[in-house]
């Protein structure tokens, strides 16, 4: 448990620029921050485990996750649905967790508007070039080629949304990159909206002066 208050780190980015391996590695980094894990009606790709890598839910499951509000965002993404589960969202942030979201733009949108908007920090992840994109898809070969081409194609739409970011990582080397990712999410952790604590230290500091010449 920590004074501080928690912040909701968004990551988007276009398929393959390397989401899911800059947030693998922030929660390395710090215990502190929780993934939060997504619903899906996506099927689940070799190595994928369920609770861990998503919620893989039927159609029917998902919809009355939705009318239930239990979605804190909620969007059709490729030809599946995915969704951001509220409670442990709630849970995480109120103990002084961050809580990182995967989501897409649909996502990042929902979730500014929503009542926890004033602590969202916002990152919007760049491949270096398309061609790069692609290969990355291909080495990953998790998707068919299909579902790749598929992917290339949305993945201009995805990248029109840059300007609706805090800030905008181009991930050309890995290293650098989560280096950049870890000093944003330092110095977003000090703002004054994030430290309720700092009403309680000034007062105190305040205190002190009292009785003095
Ligand atoms: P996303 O979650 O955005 O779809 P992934 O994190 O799955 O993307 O990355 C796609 C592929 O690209 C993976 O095989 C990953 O290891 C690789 N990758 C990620 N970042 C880099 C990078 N900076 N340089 C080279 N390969 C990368
Ligand atoms: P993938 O099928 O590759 O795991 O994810 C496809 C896209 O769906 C990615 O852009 C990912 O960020 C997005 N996504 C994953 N989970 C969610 C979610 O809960 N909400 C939204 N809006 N998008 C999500």
Known sequence: MTNRRGLLIILSSPSGAGKS?????????????????????????????????????????????????????????????????????????????????????????????????????????????????????????QDSNEVIAGRMVKSRDEISHWPEYDFVLVNDDLNETFGRLKTIISAERLRISQQPELVDIVRTLNNEFEGRP
């Open 21 to 141: 391996t800059l947030s693998k590695r922030l929660i390395e980094w710090d215990p502190d921050i929780s993934f939060s894990v997504s619903a899906t009606t996506r099927k689940p790709r070799e190595g994928e485990v369920n609770g861990q890598d998503y919620y893989f839910k039927s159609h029917n499951e998902f919809e009355s996750l939705v009318k239930n509000g239990e979605m804190l965002e909620h969007a059709q993404v490729f030809d599946n649905f995915y969704g951001s589960p509220k409670g442990p969202v709630e849970y995480a942030i109120n103990a002084g967790h961050d809580v990182l979201f995967d989501i897409d733009w649909q996502g990042g949108q929902q979730v500014r508007a929503s009542a926890l908007g004033k602590h969202v920090l916002s990152i919007f992840i760049l491949p270096p070039s398309i061609l790069e994109l692609e290969r990355r898809l291909k080495t990953r070969a």
